[in-house]
């Protein structure tokens, strides 16, 4: 395993870097087919993923596991049924300010590795690229943090944490006498601590390029930013608090967050592949926000776990009654963000990541829509706005052939 993986800053920046909003140009279609029995021979240095080529990317997102330490999330043997009847949605239209193109076209343009569209229950559009398939497990980036949130929400039904307005420091006491001493969890999940931190990448003075990332020393690093603001009323993006939300959470329960993924959700809900969950350091705990590895069907159960409200399929309550409604509130700091959710106005949520990771949830319409992808840069705005017009697309595409089926219409 690359020794860089542990000693330099920027590796641990470049897995955490799950929401940085940067560049806008669009991305290349650049990202090529790559038979997976060849991925090793085009593997490059974890500690430069936000740089790597194309091919690096292609077999580095899909096998993580092999390039850093990570922990297994165990799946069951009883999988989520997933039946399929799928329609033609290839040339469906998508629309934005600047740009015009079909789905067909949006999946070359922005390398997707795999997108899937699940409408009540089912299946209805399901495609692979770059050499992809169903048992491929592709990189998370940021969408781990959605999952982190979920999590929160079962460690408070199994009475771990009693309420999301406790105090950060209840659990983390090592942050006691500092700045978090007025933060709760919610604050947290909502981006809204009210600690200084700049996350400005293109500044080498930035505390994302200059904090250092092993558990303890994050810990020492934030206890002595200074606060800015009143907890609960600025949203600030800061990387470092939601692995401080992992961490929490890995207190509260007294286990890994790999493990209890798995005897909460993972099995019990059934997930159909093992995933891989990326650690801050070798034998230490997950990333709460980032870099969770599993296959595109599985990220799309994810979704459809959030959907039904965090019940499982014999009615069994993973999570508190509401608290997917909670946790996709329009926070005080932010509307457009929940605990650790993007909202995407109405009553649509999605998870993101950085390089195009994402799954979209329409509860008014019953969609999920799971997607991998390879983009050429780590967050443009273009090519997010032109994914969450992709989601519009085939959540309204998909509605309009539900109507048409039921008047008779095939």
Same mark, same amino acid.
């Given at each position: 395993?690359? /020794?860089?993986?542990?000693?330099?800053?920027?590796?641990?920046?470049?897995?955490?870097?799950?929401?940085?909003?940067?560049?806008?140009?669009?991305?290349?279609?650049?990202?090529?087919?790559?038979?997976?029995?060849?991925?090793?021979?085009?593997?490059?240095?974890?500690?430069?993923?936000?740089?790597?080529?194309?091919?690096?990317?292609?077999?580095?997102?899909?096998?993580?596991?092999?390039?850093?330490?990570?922990?297994?999330?165990?799946?069951?043997?009883?999988?989520?049924?997933?039946?399929?009847?799928?329609?033609?949605?290839?040339?469906?239209?998508?629309?934005?300010?600047?740009?015009? $193109?079909?789905?067909?076209?949006?999946?070359?343009?922005?390398?997707?590795?795999?997108?899937?569209?699940?409408?009540?229950?089912?299946?209805?559009?399901?495609?692979? /690229?770059?050499?992809?398939?169903?048992?491929?497990?592709?990189?998370?980036?940021?969408?781990?943090?959605?999952?982190?949130?979920?999590?929160?929400?079962?460690?408070?039904?199994?009475?771990?944490?009693?309420?999301?307005?406790?105090?950060?420091?209840?659990?983390?006491?090592?942050?006691?006498?500092?700045?978090?001493?007025?933060?709760?969890? *919610?604050?947290?999940?909502?981006?809204?601590?009210?600690?200084?931190?700049?996350?400005?990448?293109?500044?080498?003075?930035?505390?994302? %390029?200059?904090?250092?990332?092993?558990?303890?020393?994050?810990?020492?690093?934030? *206890?002595?930013?200074?606060?800015?603001?009143?907890?609960?009323?600025?949203?600030?993006?800061?990387?470092?608090?939601?692995?401080?939300?992992?961490? $929490?959470?890995?207190?509260?329960?007294?286990?890994?967050?790999?493990?209890?993924?798995?005897?909460?959700?993972?099995?019990?809900?059934?997930?159909?592949?093992?995933?891989?969950?990326?650690?801050? /350091?070798?034998?230490?705990?997950?990333?709460?926000?980032?870099?969770?590895?599993?296959?595109?069907?599985?990220?799309?159960?994810?979704?459809?776990?959030?959907?039904?409200?965090?019940?499982?399929?014999?009615?069994?309550?993973?999570?508190?009654?509401?608290?997917?409604? /909670?946790?996709?509130?329009?926070?005080?700091?932010?509307?457009?963000?929940?605990? $650790?959710?993007?909202?995407?106005?109405?009553?649509?949520?999605?998870?993101?990541?950085?390089?195009?990771?994402?799954?979209?949830?329409?509860?008014?319409? %019953?969609?999920?829509?799971?997607?991998?992808?390879?983009?050429?840069?780590?967050?443009?705005?273009?090519?997010?706005?032109?994914?969450?017009?992709?989601?519009?697309?085939?959540?309204?595409?998909?509605?309009?052939?539900?109507?048409?089926?039921?008047?008779?219409? *095939?």
């Amino acid at each position: 395993m690359p /020794e860089q993986w542990f000693t330099m800053n920027k590796t641990i920046a470049a897995l955490a870097l799950s929401l940085l909003i940067g560049m806008s140009w669009p991305a290349l279609a650049d990202a090529p087919f790559i038979d997976p029995v060849d991925d090793a021979q085009y593997f490059g240095e974890p500690d430069k993923q936000l740089f790597w080529t194309p091919q690096q990317q292609v077999s580095g997102f899909r096998n993580m596991e092999k390039l850093s330490p990570a922990r297994k999330v165990a799946a069951g043997d009883n999988p989520y049924p997933l039946p399929e009847r799928y329609k033609d949605l290839g040339h469906v239209q998508i629309i934005t300010d600047n740009d015009r $193109l079909s789905v067909d076209d949006y999946v070359v343009q922005q390398n997707v590795a795999g997108l899937v569209v699940v409408k009540d229950g089912t299946v209805v559009y399901e495609r692979y /690229e770059l050499g992809n398939g169903p048992g491929t497990r592709w990189i998370s980036y940021s969408v781990a943090k959605s999952v982190t949130s979920l999590l929160v929400g079962a460690a408070i039904q199994d009475g771990y944490i009693t309420s999301v307005d406790e105090p950060v420091t209840d659990y983390l006491p090592r942050l006691k006498n500092s700045s978090y001493d007025e933060s709760t969890i *919610r604050n947290l999940l909502q981006m809204s601590s009210g600690v200084e931190w700049d996350e400005d990448y293109a500044d080498p003075e930035s505390d994302i %390029n200059t904090a250092p990332w092993d558990t303890l020393s994050v810990y020492e690093y934030l *206890r002595n930013k200074p606060r800015t603001s009143e907890p609960g009323r600025v949203f600030n993006y800061n990387t470092a608090e939601t692995n401080l939300v992992g961490t $929490l959470l890995r207190s509260a329960i007294g286990n890994n967050l790999s493990i209890y993924l798995s005897e909460k959700i993972w099995q019990p809900f059934g997930m159909e592949h093992d995933a891989y969950w990326v650690l801050s /350091e070798p034998g230490g705990g997950e990333f709460g926000g980032s870099s969770l590895n599993a296959t595109l069907r599985d990220f799309a159960r994810i979704g459809l776990f959030a959907l039904h409200n965090g019940r499982l399929r014999d009615g069994t309550k993973v999570l508190p009654d509401g608290w997917m409604r /909670e946790s996709v509130t329009p926070s005080t700091g932010y509307d457009g963000y929940g605990y $650790l959710w993007w909202l995407s106005g109405g009553r649509a949520y999605r998870a993101s990541g950085i390089f195009g990771q994402g799954i979209y949830i329409d509860p008014a319409a %019953n969609i999920v829509i799971a997607i991998h992808s390879a983009w050429a840069d780590a967050s443009a705005d273009s090519d997010r706005a032109l994914q969450v017009a992709l989601f519009d697309a085939l959540s309204e595409a998909v509605g309009e052939l539900t109507t048409s089926r039921r008047k008779g219409i *095939r």
